[in-house]
């Protein structure tokens, strides 16, 4: 694998591998970014921010490619991006436009794995919690609840952990450490024994 350069685009919360959010782009430079990754192919990288740190962001984030566009009555665009594949950020520089720039490698992503008898509540309680809150699913055409893997990053999306639990738990080769992890959440430890 080689270091790629890409376009760091820091929000609040990860964008995983098949996960989807709608990021709003409002300035010249990140309108500069856009353009440049359908003209030149330059990579785009959502991650979660980090304030006080030499990185802009925490390392591992994910490559997305733009899946739907539109621009907003205010003039800002409205970009829907699906993650593609996890990555480790190991430099960042910030762009005179502002815009962040970052060297890194791309990593594996987990293996697709089918749903675990044990894990089927967390399917069944993120299509309860899609039907409650609509637009935490609305991106999606089809859930894909029998995929461990799937159901796993988007609990990792959705929940308000800690940003190191995430990065620690992203660093696993599989979903079976997240899952775990979600499901005593959910549920109380004692009844996990």
């Given at each position: ?54 990185l802009p962001c925490y390392p ?109 738990l992203l660093r696993s080769p ?20």
């Amino acid at each position: 694998m080689h270091r790629m350069t890409v376009a760091l685009l820091p929000i609040d919360s990860p964008v995983l591998p098949q996960g989807r959010k709608e990021l709003r782009m409002v300035t010249p430079g990140q309108h500069r970014v856009v353009a440049e990754h359908y003209h030149k192919g330059l990579p785009l990288v959502v991650c979660v921010q980090r304030e006080g740190d030499l990185l802009p962001c925490y390392p591992i984030a994910s490559v997305v490619e733009i899946i739907d566009f539109h621009q907003l009555e205010d003039g800002c665009l409205s970009l829907v991006v699906e993650g593609r594949r996890k990555f480790k950020v190991f430099d960042a520089w910030a762009e005179p436009d502002g815009v962040w720039m970052g060297q890194g490698l791309a990593m594996n992503n987990w293996p697709s794995l089918p749903m675990p008898a044990r894990f089927e509540l967390l399917g069944e309680a993120l299509e309860r919690l899609f039907e409650v809150r609509p637009e935490l699913g609305q991106l999606y055409g089809e859930c894909n609840l029998q995929d461990a893997c799937w159901v796993g990053q988007r609990w990792l999306e959705i929940l308000p952990l800690v940003e190191q639990d995430t990065q620690e738990l992203l660093r696993s080769p599989d979903c079976t450490r997240t899952l775990r992890f979600i499901l005593s959440l959910i549920v109380e430890p004692e009844s996990l024994a």
